[in-house]
């Protein structure tokens, strides 16, 4: 069965230091890897996604994830962080196996202080 | 402009009152699904649709219905709503394949008292 694990509930990183959002999966087939953002009272936003190629892929607001298939990982990172980065990160997959389904992490709560 | 519309976003209901969240999308998605979120739970699925007519339980559908009669709608159903079902909830849509993202509604916080 697919899973994903986000071994941090919170990460507090000072502004202007580098963020490293943590995400491991299992998966049976080929996994498609996404990176989602919640801001408070908002849904989820789309920030990257992991389909195939190149293993650091970039997205939205200056996050980019890297992609290790041995280590099965997929972490957020982004080399400068900000206030308004602040909100909870949630990592997902799909897995061509299992049909067209998202399975989410339990996500994780950036805060970045100034 | 492409979007997930959920209503209402906020309701406040009593146990066992008969209720329904809407969920439309403007996109010609295949995919749809259903989602609550409980703290330190993340994100479960309730239900999910691969396509009209056809629907399918997540992870968490007890107590919970759905119908996909129209591409573009896939209504939540609680018949009868108790208050373990108190949560924050949304829905998604997709293209039907893999490499596509999911596209969220703002969510529906409903309380059952």
């Known amino acids: 069965a697919q899973s994903v694990a986000q071994p941090e509930d919170q990460v507090n990183v000072a502004e202007g230091n580098p963020l490293t959002v943590k995400c491991t999966y299992s998966?049976?087939?080929?996994?498609?890897l996404f990176w989602y953002v919640q801001y408070p009272n908002r849904g989820l936003q789309f920030l990257l996604k992991?389909?195939?190629?190149?293993?650091l892929v970039k997205g939205s607001y200056g996050f980019e994830a890297e992609f290790n298939k041995s280590q099965t990982s997929f972490h957020l990172k982004k080399p400068s962080a900000l206030v308004s980065d602040s909100a909870l990160y949630f990592c997902?997959?799909?897995?061509?196996?299992?049909?067209?389904?998202?399975?989410f992490g339990p996500g994780t709560r950036l805060s970045v202080l100034p | 402009e492409a979007q997930v519309t959920q209503n209402p976003r906020y309701l406040i209901t009593v146990t066992g009152k008969k209720l329904t969240v809407t969920c439309s999308q403007n996109?010609?998605?295949?995919?749809m699904s259903w989602y609550r979120q409980d703290p330190g739970l993340g994100l479960r699925q309730i239900y999910y649709s691969m396509n009209v007519e056809v629907t399918d339980k997540g992870d968490v559908p007890e107590g919970y219905k759905v119908s996909r009669k129209e591409k573009r709608n896939f209504p939540l159903i609680l018949e009868s709503p108790s208050p373990n079902q108190t949560s924050l909830y949304f829905c998604?849509?997709?293209?039907?394949?893999?490499?596509?993202?999911?596209?969220f509604g703002q969510g529906t916080r409903l309380t059952v008292v």
């Open positions: 998604a849509s997709s293209p039907g394949v893999w490499v596509a993202e999911a596209f």
């Open positions: 998966v049976s087939g080929n996994p498609y």
């Open positions: 992991y389909i195939t190629g190149d293993n």
């Open positions: 996109m010609n998605h295949e995919y």
């Open positions: 997902a997959v799909r897995d061509d196996n299992y049909g067209q389904n998202f399975v």
